[in-house]
């Protein structure tokens, strides 16, 4: 029986996705680096910043790195700030969740600055029991780490949980840790996550997801198409 919902952030409960697009744009341009934008996108959304750049730039520290990852989010908040806006029914579905007696958590690989811009702005915070990140010291999606830790505070079995996700390399992460998984076209198309046995829903938004598809009934790996 499905006990939690694990959320990622961008791309999953805020529409954030174009403004990192367009600030890792003008990071490349700032610095003179070469891009296949969806080469880079495809390859990336998931992951942290750091390990984007570390291998985009295998030759530099940690601590370079570390300034030109800061340097690409003060670049994404400065164009997020005017008009971040949350997923189509986002606010709604944690409401109905919570009084279903669900536990909630978001599950990002999002900094601590970017999380509190979208924190404060929707109350976000309210709505949820804890978050992990990177920034507890776990690794990135594709490792299941920071799903497993979240499912570990609230109490519930992995094969309890749901992770909701925009983005590959974030599914993998949930079928490496025993969940199944709703699967957001906000940032990809279907396509990219017809491959996955644990995909329970493709949804284009949260409006268009139905809890009752979280069914016991229902098999892991059937694709509920809303």
Known sequence: MTQALLFDLDGTLIDSMPHHHNAWIEWH??????????????????????????????????AAIDALAEEKEALYREFARPSLQLIGGAAELAALARNQGLKLAVCTASGLLNMQL?????????????VTSPADGLRGKPHPDIFLEAAR????????????????????????????AVALTTTMPRE????????VAIVPDLQHFDLGALSPSRPTGEAHHA
Do not use: K
């Open 29 to 62: 341009r700032r610095h003179g680096h070469p891009m296949d934008e969806p080469g880079f996108f495809a390859s990336t959304a998931g992951r942290a910043n750091a390990e984007i750049l570390a291998d985009l730039l295998p030759h530099l520290d940690a």
């Open 118 to 130: 979208a924190f404060e702005r929707f109350g976000i915070g309210e709505w949820i029991d804890t």
């Open 153 to 180: 505070r609230l109490g519930v079995a992995p094969e309890a949980c749901v992770v909701f996700e925009d983005a590959p390399l974030g599914i993998e992460a949930a079928r490496r840790a025993g969940m199944r």
């Open 192 to 199: 990219a996550f017809t491959g996955f046995d644990n995909v």
